[in-house]
């Protein structure tokens, strides 16, 4: 069993999120909420900063106690991490996002959170529509 576990954890590491595509400083997250543009939508207010860093885009998630108990705020943090990482390599490069989600976001379904996620993108022109 153990080896099945690890193949398995071998096929899935490439979908991973990797490390430097994850925002995780606080200042970072600072900087964007200060100097960024926030579009706000119903589940979720999406913030993004171009950095002079020619750098892949990153990303970070913020759940409050108030979208739902600890399983449903990681269920919707997955969700936002893997709408982005399928988006990724069609964000200009060096801009930093951060998603707020909201209450409604731990009932909203997967296609939902997409769909607003792009349509935001497109608002920011951070994607064409």
Wanted: with cysteine; glycine share 8%; net charge positive.
């Amino acid at each position: 069993m153990t080896g099945l576990v690890s193949q398995f954890r071998g096929q899935m590491g490439g979908l991973a999120m990797p490390k430097p595509a994850r925002l995780s400083r606080r200042t970072e997250f600072e900087a964007v909420r200060d100097h960024g543009i926030a579009k706000h939508g119903k589940f979720m207010v999406l913030s993004g900063l171009l950095v002079e860093k020619p750098l892949p885009a990153r990303f970070g998630v913020v759940t409050s106690r108030r979208v739902g108990n600890a399983v449903e705020r990681n269920r919707a943090r997955r969700r936002l991490r893997e709408i982005f990482r399928l988006h990724r390599v069609f964000l200009p490069a060096g801009l930093w996002m951060v998603v707020v989600l909201r209450r409604a976001a731990a009932s909203a379904t997967f296609q939902a959170l997409a769909e607003e996620w792009r349509a935001l993108c497109v608002r920011a022109g951070y994607l064409k529509a």
